[in-house]
C-alpha cells in the first residue's frame, strides 16, 4: 500500500503508518472501487489525493450534488455502487439530495462524507461546520453508518457496499469523523483489518411455486403485455427478455429508461400502446417496474379486471397499489430464467390481440410522422422541428448514450428519439425531477466510456450548467444540446404585477449559452435552424469531445409542465388518488 501524509499527495512506499484515509482507499480498492466522484475541501481533500495515487480515479465536481447524479448513474450503468466524497456540512447536504434521488430509484451508490468532531456537535456547542450528518441522512437513505474508529473503516465499507446493490439497491451513507480520517495506526496492524468479502450481491431466486403461479396465469392470458421498467435495464437481463418475447410472441412497452432493453422498434414494441394496455389487456407482466404514478399507480385508465404478475426484487414493492394475482419476488436473472423454464410451448394469446396492437402503433407511428413534418421548417424552431433534425442522428448513432431532462425537452424527447440498445437513456426518473443533466452526463462517460448526448431544456440545464466545465476539464466524449425557449416551461409567462420584473417563469430567450462552452474550450454552436442542428449534433458526436449547442427555440414553444400539467393543484380534480 502507497500512502501519503502530505497535501501535495506524494506517494510513499511501505510507511510504518497509515492514517484512517488510507485505510479508507484501500479498504475501497479491496472491493474493486475504481472511481470516485466528488468535491474536495476540509476534511476529505487528501482522501481524493490518496485515492488518485492508489489507483483510483477522482474525478472533482463545481457542485457536490451533480457529483452525486454522476455516482448514481455510475451505479445505474455498471451494478457496482458509485462513489461520492464529499466535505462536511453544506457540502454534504447537497450531495445528500443525490443520494436520496438515488435511492428513490434503486441506484446503488454511497455517498463517503467526512463530518467535523462530534463532541461539540452532540452538545450544540458551535463548531466548524457542525451538523449532526448521520441523523439527517437516515431518513433519506436506504442504510447510513458512521465511522468513528479507524479499526472500523473496511467493515464499514463492506457493510455500505453490500446495502447499496444487494436486494433492492439504493443510496448508502457512510459518515467519517474528522478524528477517524486523521487517526494514525501502525501500518502492521492496519493489514490485518482488511479481508475479501464473499459473495458481494448473491442471487436471490424466487420461490417455485411463485414462478408456477405466474407460468400459468400467463398461459391462461388472452390479452398479454410485459411493462419493462428500469429495473430490468439495471439488472442486465435483456438476452433472457428477448427470448421470452420471442418464445411468447407477447408485445412489450418500456417504461422511460426501460427503452432500449427491446427495441422501441421492433415489431412486438407496444411503445405507443400505453392506453389500449391499461384499458384492454387481462394480464399484464412488470418487470422490474413499480406500479406507482408513473403508471397512474394501476388504477384511472387501468382496467378493474386487469391481473398482474410482478416480478420485482423487493417484496414490499407487491400488492402496493392494487392487489397482484402473481407476485414472482427475486433477481431477475434467476426469476426470468425459471419463468421461462416453466413456460408451456403455447401460448394462448387471442389471435387479434397482438395485430391489434400492431396496426394501432403503425397508425400513430404515421400520425406522429405527420407531426414532424409538418413543424419540420417551423421558424424559429421549436421542440418537434428541433427533434426532427436529431432524430437521425441519434438513429445514426445507436450506442450514444441520451441523458434527457426538462419539461416539454423531456415528454418530446422521450416519444421521438426511439432506443435500440438497452441502458442508453438516463432522464429525472422516478420524481421527474430537474437538474440530473450534466452529473448523469459524466458519471454515463466515465463508467461506460461512450459517447453522450444530452438533451436539456434550458431552465434544466441552468440548475447543472456549471458542471459542463467537469466534462470539459475532463476532456469527456459528451455533447450537451440545449434547447432554449426562455423559460421554465416557456418564455411567454406574464408578471401579474405588470411591474419590469420578469414572471416567475420566465428565463432568457435571447441567452448564449454556447458561450458558456467557450469559456471552458469546448466545441460550441449556436444554431436557428433544423439542417444546422442536424450538421452540428453530426460532428459534434464524431469529435468525441466536449460540445454545446444552443439550439434557439420560440419562446412560445412549449406548455406549462409539459405532459404533467394535471399534476398542478389548479388542475387538481384530475388528480388520480
Ligand atoms: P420504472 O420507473 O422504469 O418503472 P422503477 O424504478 O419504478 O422502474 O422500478 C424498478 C423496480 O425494479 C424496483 O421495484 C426494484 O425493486 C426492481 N429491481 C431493481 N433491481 C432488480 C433486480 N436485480 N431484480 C429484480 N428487481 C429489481
Ligand atoms: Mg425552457
Known sequence: MTTSNNTTGTAQSSPSQVTGMDILVRALRMVDIDTMYGLVGIPVTEVAYIAQANGIRFVGFRHEQQAGMAAATHGFLTQTPGILLTVSSLGFMNGLTATANATVNCYPMIQISGSSVREPIDLEQGTYEGLDQLNIAKPLVKAAYRVNKPEDIPTAVVRAYRAAISGRPGGVYLDITTPCLGAIMDAADANKLFYTPVDLCPAMPPSPESVKRAAQLLASAKKPAFILGKGAAYARVEDKIKELVSKTGIPYLPMSMGKGVMPDNGPLSAVSCRSTIMSDADVVVLVGARLNWLLSRGRGKWSPDTKFIQFDIAAEEIDVNRPIAAPVVGDLASSLDAFIAALPDKMNIDPEWVPKLQAETKAKNEKFK????????????????????????????????????????????????????????????????????????????????????????????????????????????????????????????????????????????????????????????????????????????????????????????????????????????????
Open 370 to 577: 405527420q407531426r414532424l413534418v409538418s413543424n419540420a421548417s417551423a421558424q424559429p424552431m421549436n421542440h418537434w422541428s428541433a427533434l426532427n433534425a436529431i432524430k437521425p442522428v441519434m438513429a445514426a448513432n445507436p450506442d450514444v448514450i441520451l441523458v434527457n431532462e426538462g419539461a416539454n425537452t423531456l415528454d418530446d424527447t422521450r416519444v421521438c428519439i426511439d432506443m435500440t440498445l438497452p441502458r442508453h437513456r438516463i432522464d429525472c426518473a422516478t420524481w421527474a425531477i430537474m437538474g440530473m443533466g450534466m452529473g448523469s452526463c459524466i458519471g454515463a462517460a466515465v463508467a461506460t466510456g461512450k459517447s453522450v448526448v444530452a438533451i436539456e431544456g434550458d431552465s434544466a440545464f441552468g440548475f447543472s450548467g456549471m458542471d459542463f466545465s467537469t466534462i470539459c476539464r475532463f476532456n469527456l466524449p459528451v455533447t450537451v444540446v440545449i434547447f432554449n425557449n426562455g423559460g421554465i416551461y416557456n418564455g411567454i409567462g406574464v408578471n401579474m404585477a405588470g411591474t419590469s420584473d420578469p414572471a416567475p417563469t420566465t428565463l432568457d430567450v435571447r441567452a448564449r449559452y454556447d458561450k458558456i462552452g467557450d469559456a471552458f474550450g469546448a466545441k460550441t454552436y449556436y444554431v436557428t435552424k433544423p439542417a444546422e442542428l442536424t450538421q452540428a449534433l453530426t460532428e459534434a458526436i464524431a469529435s468525441k469531445a466536449p460540445a454545446l449547442i444552443d439550439v434557439q427555440l420560440a419562446a412560445d414553444s412549449g406548455k406549462e409542465s409539459g405532459h404533467i400539467g394535471y399534476l398542478n393543484p389548479a388542475a387538481l380534480e384530475h388528480i388520480v388518488v
